[in-house]
């Protein structure tokens, strides 16, 4: 069966003090992996999409690596504007382009 | 990026009534997804919503209790039939736009009461 977990579940950060949050992930065959932001209240924003192991992406403070079973969104020096849950989501090599998400990482910065 | 609207944004219903709720792209796309977020979960795929075929539902999900119309290439609708409270989620719409971004609209909040 599919499945997508996250790691942690919630983290707090001292602005500045990078990290990263962790998806790892099984599927029998990866279409893609795509990483969302979703603030309070709102509906996800899409980050970023990775297609194949040692692909990396990057937008401002966050940055994307794919590996062959899972994917790790780094947070270099991050601000109290980057709070909010990080949603990682896979979708499989078939036609229906389903998205499988995980549960999700609360992340707090604190300034 | 695809702009995507939906109304209503939040509503309190009783059991037993269905609301329906609208979603509408500002540009043309062929697919388009409707998800739940239950309080406190994350995303789950309801059903798929192609211009001029039936919906494809996924496991766990059936026309009767959620009917889908998507009449154009910018517009579709899902009603929640028969509420009861389990049905308290968070409705998306979303868009797959290009060869790989899927975007979302910002919710529906729906409390059954």
């Not at chain 1, 998806?23 to 709102?42: A, H, I, M, N």
């Not at chain 1, 780094?74 to 036609?95: F, M, N, R």
């Not at chain 2, 209503?8 to 739940?36: A, E, K």
């Amino acid at each position: 069966e599919d499945q997508v977990t996250q790691s942690p579940e919630a983290l707090r950060l001292q602005e500045g003090e990078s990290s990263s949050l962790n998806c790892s992930y099984t599927v029998s065959g990866l279409r893609g992996l795509f990483w969302y932001r979703q603030d309070p209240g709102k509906g996800p924003e899409f980050l970023f999409t990775l297609y194949s192991a040692g692909e990396e992406k990057e937008k401002e403070r966050l940055k994307a690596t794919l590996t062959k079973k899972e994917s790790f969104l780094h947070i270099t020096a991050p601000k109290p504007e980057d709070s909010a849950t990080y949603l990682c989501a896979v979708q499989e090599k078939d036609s229906s382009y389903k998205l499988i998400f995980g549960s999700g990482t609360r992340l707090l910065v604190r300034p | 990026s695809a702009v995507i609207s939906q109304k209503p944004s939040r509503d309190i219903c009783q059991r037993g009534t269905s609301l329906t709720i609208q979603c509408q792209v500002d540009s043309q796309v062929t697919m388009m997804f409707w998800y739940r977020q239950q309080p406190g979960q994350s995303l789950t795929l309801i059903a798929t919503a192609n211009q001029g075929s039936e919906a494809t539902y996924e496991s766990g999900f059936v026309i009767d209790k959620f009917p889908i119309s998507r009449p154009n290439l910018t517009f579709s609708t899902l009603t929640v039939s028969n509420m009861s409270p389990e049905d308290s989620s968070i409705y998306l719409c979303s868009v797959r736009n290009g060869p790989n971004e899927q975007y979302f609209g910002p919710g529906t909040r729906l409390t059954v009461t």
